[in-house]
């Protein structure tokens, strides 16, 4: 077996290799954007530059969503908080801004992406992790609330009621970056591809061989193994854990997925949340939210919908997967302690 687990661990990679001929390599590019490492694999021939196109496609929404360059779209309209102007934007970082409010009406208190304030008390943004005071961590939640972020679709514009109200994407930004990508991979006719947008990973079609793309799901407790390993085909994998970013403070470890509720990191009983779907967007929001909102709601409300499936990692080292996945996923962490269930609707 533990020969056998660096296997799982680097199926990703290996999933191209093991292509039936020799020209199969794929034509790759890693990159640092959105504040983490990306990777892109395309396995058709002369891959290269519907590669350099998606890239480019990445960074260019990195520049217009990411709230740390001055420059962007939600630097402008964070700037102009509470000062009653409405800023106009590119139709699809309006869009973008409606759908993560949609989300936070989905499952109330788990999902708010005017959780900046908050981020900040924490010092995530700035990499001066710390535990807040209560009076700063008061203050920063007082200005959580997207129902005061106001939104119109028909004109591209927004305005965000509260002086010192702030927007941030983090939880959103890769997986709608993760579905521009896979459309412009795709006018480049590209019918075979692996994205890793930072804990999203993306498939395109299948490997060239017809069968299933093989993607590892991390264990949260040992980032190094699989926890499982997914067939996918046309899906998003979107992962959220309090294992990707947390420092230590008097033995207590902190996370940066916070529970909008307490201003605290979720506690929910889950170390990770993978969620799988054709809606790259949706995934990326569910993983956060479906996190912070533990594994009974997360059930809940994964049966009361069908587009998506669900890989949840407890504290208690259980890992329930949703059926859907049941016939394209296999257990990898039995002799780590892990005991697998399937969840039914
Ligand atoms: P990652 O960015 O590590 O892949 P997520 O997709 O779960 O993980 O997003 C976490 C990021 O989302 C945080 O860094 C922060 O910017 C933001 N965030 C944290 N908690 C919430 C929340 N409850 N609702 C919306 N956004 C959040
Ligand atoms: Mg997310």
């Known amino acids: 077996m533990k020969r056998f687990l660096p296997f799982l661990c680097c199926l990703l990679f290996l999933a191209g290799c093991t292509a039936p001929s020799a020209d199969a390599e794929p034509a790759q590019v890693q ?5 983490t490492v990306m990777s892109i694999r395309v396995y058709n021939e002369g891959g290269e530059d519907a590669i350099q196109a998606a890239r480019q496609e990445v960074e260019r929404l990195d520049k217009l969503l990411s709230r740390t360059n001055p420059d962007s779209q939600i630097s402008l309209l964070n700037s102009h908080a509470g000062d009653g102007t409405l800023i106009s934007l590119d139709a699809e970082v309006a869009d973008l801004l409606s759908f993560a409010k949609s989300v936070s009406q989905l499952l109330p208190g788990c999902f708010d992406i005017t959780i900046a304030p908050v981020m900040d008390a924490w010092g995530f943004t700035k990499e001066e992790r710390h535990v807040p005071s209560a009076e700063a ?18 004109s591209s514009s927004a ?9 941030d994407l983090g939880a959103v930004a890769k997986g709608f970056a993760a579905g521009r990508a896979d459309a412009v991979l795709r006018e480049y006719g590209v019918t075979s591809a692996l994205l890793d947008l930072g804990g999203n990973v993306t498939a395109i079609g299948s490997k060239l061989d017809g069968s299933a793309w093989q993607v590892a799901v991390k264990d949260p407790q040992n980032t190094s193994e699989a926890l499982c390993v997914l067939s996918l085909e046309d899906q998003t994998a979107s992962t959220s854990g309090g294992y990707e970013r947390y420092f230590e403070e008097n033995g207590q470890t902190y996370h940066h997925i916070i529970d909008p509720k307490t201003g605290y990191p979720a506690d929910s009983g889950l170390l990770s949340v993978t969620v799988i779907s054709s809606d790259h967007m949706l995934a990326d929001a569910l993983s956060t939210t479906l996190f912070v909102a533990g594994p009974e709601e997360a059930l809940d409300f994964w049966r009361s919908r069908d587009d998506f499936e669900l890989v949840l990692c407890t504290e208690d080292n259980r890992v329930i997967v949703t059926e859907g996945l049941e016939a394209g996923y296999r257990p990898a962490g039995e002799d780590r302690g892990y005991t697998y269930e399937i969840a039914r609707r």
């Open 31 to 35: 990159f640092f954007s959105m504040d």
């Open 137 to 154: 961590l008061a203050d920063a939640m007082s200005l959580v609330n997207s129902e005061a972020l106001i939104v119109d679709e028909a």
């Open 159 to 167: 305005r965000l009621e509260q002086a010192g109200m702030e927007v």
